[in-house]
């Protein structure tokens, strides 16, 4: 398990990733300069037969209100985190960081 920001992009993330272990997987799109905070509101890549999308192995996170209120996933309750996953996190906040597992943790 990891946290990543939201500003970070995903080639940032994989390089991270692949400094870190040479066997852990984390199913998201090729294309380095597309952002965390976008992409894991869906994220389909050369993995997803396999493993599914990226926000299928966001955990966690941390979202700021429109009251500058900052909460994690059980602070804002299981139907507005899933709905971040699925439809992308701009209607309901600003995703500062995401808690990630990777994809052969999960699956293993
Ligand atoms: C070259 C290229 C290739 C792509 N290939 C793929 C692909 O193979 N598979 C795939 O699934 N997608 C792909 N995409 C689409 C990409 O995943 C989406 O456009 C994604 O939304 C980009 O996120 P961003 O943060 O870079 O963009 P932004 O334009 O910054 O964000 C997009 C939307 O996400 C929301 N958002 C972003 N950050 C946050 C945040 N911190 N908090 C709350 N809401 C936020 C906002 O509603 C915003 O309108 C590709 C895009 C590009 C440009």
Excluded at 20 to 48: D, N
Excluded at 101 to 107: E, G, H, K, S, V
């Amino acid at each position: 398990m990891a946290w990543v920001q939201s500003g970070a992009q995903l080639g940032e993330l994989f390089y991270a990733i692949a400094r870190l272990s040479t066997h852990l997987a984390f199913p998201a799109r090729l294309c380095p300069m597309v952002g965390v905070g976008g992409h894991f509101g869906g994220g389909f890549g050369t993995l997803v037969r396999k493993y599914g999308l990226a926000t299928d192995y966001v955990i966690d996170d941390y979202l700021m209100d429109s009251r500058s209120r900052i909460m994690n996933r059980k602070a804002i309750g299981e139907e507005v985190f899933c709905a971040i996953r699925g439809g992308g996190a701009g209607s309901f906040g600003i995703v500062l960081s995401l808690r990630w597992i990777a994809a052969n943790q999960l699956i293993n």
